[in-house]
């Protein structure tokens, strides 16, 4: 079985992780990079064997940026 994310900033997602082999059902992640500060991202997971599932829509939202100064 075929695992990844989709994600992005809206449902439409637009990205999708790379695709990660698994020989049974578990957990599994994936890094991300280049997200923006203070902003929402949704995801899903998506499993490709005998057809494709999706799990649920899911969101996190990234911690501001912060600057400091002296």
Do not use: C, H
Request: proline fraction near 3%; glycine fraction near 10%.
């Amino acid at each position: 079985m075929q695992v990844s994310f989709e994600w992005g900033a809206t449902t439409a997602y637009g990205n999708t992780t790379a695709a990660q082999t698994l020989s049974a059902i578990g957990t599994f992640s994936a890094n991300l990079t280049g997200l923006t500060p203070n902003r929402t991202y949704y995801y899903r997971s998506k499993a490709v064997g005998n057809g494709t599932s999706y799990g649920a829509d899911m969101t996190f939202t990234t911690l501001p940026q912060y600057s400091l100064t002296m």
